[in-house]
């Protein structure tokens, strides 16, 4: 079972960004998914969570009206839109799956909860 997240970069501050996590090896269409976000010298921290389904999603403070996590069950993808992007959204940017809780509405901030994620990918918002 892999997760595999791609779409970081290098971008100016209110640019945009889309991450990606495609899923192999076992569909988590019944599963939440999680993004989270480790910038330089903080811990990881909770930036997104959509249900199975898609029908709830939840967003850290900081990113809300900002960030929109979706997904696409028949490609096992999650995507993270990234608008009006600030410098201290720089951060290695992780999604993880829970798949110790099934169902189609259940989503979830806590990090412990997750038990597969993804290698991240390096997001930069220069000033």
């Known amino acids: 079972v892999q997760l595999q997240a791609s779409g970081g970069g290098l971008v100016q501050a209110g640019g945009s960004l889309r991450l990606s996590c495609a899923a192999s090896?076992?569909?988590?269409?019944?599963?939440?998914m999680g993004w989270f976000r480790r910038a330089p010298g903080k811990e990881r921290e909770f930036v997104a969570t959509i249900s199975g389904s898609g029908i709830n999603t939840d967003y850290e403070n900081s990113v809300k009206g900002r960030f929109t996590t979706s997904r696409d069950n028949a490609k096992n993808t999650v995507y993270l839109q990234m608008n009006s992007l600030k410098p201290e959204d720089t951060a290695v940017y992780y999604c993880a799956a829970d798949t110790r809780q099934v169902g189609s509405a259940y989503s979830t901030r806590r990090q412990d909860e997750y038990d597969y994620w993804g290698q991240g990918t390096q997001v930069t918002v220069s000033s």
């Open positions: 090896g076992r569909t988590f269409n019944r599963n939440a």
